[in-house]
């Protein structure tokens, strides 16, 4: 890897990181089903919620109201939430009538929210009780996506390590992905590593109930998403070992997550540059066509996704672009180290949220691009800043050699449009 760029002489794995615990302004976990039920493809994700955990579903969902949908909600009505009804028995019945009007689902989410919690609704032995009933046709587990102190994408780490613990035993040699990716950029991403001559390779989550992966003390994991602390744990526990890595945002990013999986395969430097010389060289050219907007540009992350500190790595590393402050919900060292070391001392590294004290930053350090959450957005934009929503980078492709320039562009753009606007203003 001689032709990457060496890693910075101080790097912020040591750096001292700025605690917040005060009010947060993010979306809850439920959000992660509008990418999940995508992913797998005979799941159905049933919220225990209320009518405003639908209208959240069916607003984020947008267009897919047109589509079968792969998600519902069960509403929990006033009785419910003041004790005056059976919520199992109700749960129960609609259960039994969606699997019976369905009978392509596989696997059933029974997912959590603020008001099953407030009544205490108990949906790990809901799903154990289903179980029971609906095995082994249809696999019923469950997990939380509560709003309270979450954020969005926890949904997605808390119903991957609601699975781990039901993959079968295995003590073959395998490498998992884990996270869900959209499937155009998951088969990349196994090109890749069958070029590679990497194999077998197993996805967490699969496409298909039927296909998930085994895991056991030979199976070794790579993350393709930052905010998977709770399944990392849950699969270490089952014997499983994680290769630690910067994740495959851009060039440099994709380069240094795959030698880390092909160091661990021994597979030679010749076959290593034979694989990725050319999707690297596409890389490059595609982020270097965006990274002229960005050069000398700062940018202040707000903590939102958990993608922060490795699109942070990204922007100052690839395109040029200075961090002020990188926000992040929960800073994981043993998944983000990698990132960490290579993010140039310089930035504050903040932690938590208090969302008063960080927009004084953003006011005091007036960047030229602030990530936040959509609730942020619009206030910060009447103040003449320029804003990226956090939520887009988790809709998006992003993932990967072939995505790196849509990557380097969703950061380009808000700052071409406002200096585009502001030629217009001039004239
Ligand atoms: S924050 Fe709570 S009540 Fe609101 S949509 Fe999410 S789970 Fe439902």
């Known amino acids: 890897m001689t ?12 750096a001292p990181v700025l605690k917040e615990r005060g009010q947060r302004e993010v979306f809850c976990g439920l959000t992660g089903i509008i990418w999940l039920h995508r992913k797998m493809q005979d799941a159905f994700f049933l919220v225990v919620g209320s009518r405003t955990c639908a209208h959240l579903l069916q607003s984020a969902a947008g267009v897919m109201i047109f589509a079968e949908p792969r998600f519902g909600t069960a509403i929990l009505e006033e009785k419910d939430l003041a004790g005056l009804a059976d919520a199992n028995a109700e749960l129960d019945r609609e259960v039994a009538r969606l699997l ?52 969005f994408t926890q949904g997605e780490d808390s119903c991957l390590a609601a699975m781990v613990p039901t993959l079968p035993e295995t003590t073959a040699r395998e490498l998992l992905l884990v996270g869900s990716l959209p499937d155009v950029v998951e ?34 994991f790579a993350l393709v998403q930052p ?16 290769v630690a890595a910067p994740f495959p945002f851009g060039e440099e990013g994709t380069t240094r997550w795959l030698r880390a999986i092909a160091d661990e395969f021994g597979v030679s430097p010749e076959t290593f540059e034979a694989a990725t010389a050319a999707p690297r060289a596409r890389a490059r050219k595609a982020v270097a066509a965006h990274a ?19 699109l942070a790595r990204f ?15 929960y800073l994981h060292r043993d998944i983000l180290g ?58 998006s492709p992003v993932h990967f050699y072939e ?10 753009r808000p700052l071409t449009r406002r200096r585009i606007l502001k030629l217009e203003a001039a004239e």
């Open 187 to 220: 088969d990349q991403a196994l090109a890749l590593l069958a070029a590679l001559g990497i194999g077998p390779v197993r996805c967490l989550p699969a496409r298909r109930a039927g296909e998930m992966p085994g895991v056991g003390p030979d199976t070794v």
């Open 227 to 242: 905010f998977l602390g709770e399944t990392h744990g849950a699969l270490v526990k089952r014997g499983a070992r994680h």
């Open 100 to 151: 019976e009007r369905r009978p392509d689902i596989r696997q059933l989410f029974l997912v959590g929210s603020c008001p099953s919690e407030v009544i205490k609704l108990d949906l790990d032995r809901a799903a154990e009780r289903l179980n029971v009933v609906h095995a082994p046709h249809v696999r019923v587990l469950s997990y939380t996506g509560a709003g309270t102190d979450t954020t």
């Open 338 to 395: 990698p990132d960490l070391d290579l993010l140039a001392e310089g930035p504050v590294i903040s932690e938590g949220q208090d969302v008063d004290l960080q927009l004084d930053r953003v006011r005091a350090a007036r960047p030229d691009l602030t990530v936040c959450g959509l609730g942020l957005a619009n206030p910060l934009e009447a103040e003449g800043l320029a804003t990226k929503w956090a939520i887009e980078l988790v809709f």
């Open 403 to 412: 995505q790196a320039g849509d990557l380097a562009a969703l950061f380009a």
């Open 292 to 310: 002229e907007e960005l050069r000398g540009k700062s940018i202040f992350f707000l903590p939102d996704s958990q993608l922060e500190l490795p």
């Open 3 to 14: 032709d990457l760029p060496p890693p910075p002489a101080r790097g912020c794995r040591e």
């Open 315 to 329: 922007l100052t590393r690839e395109c040029g672009m200075t961090a002020v402050e990188v926000g992040t919900p």
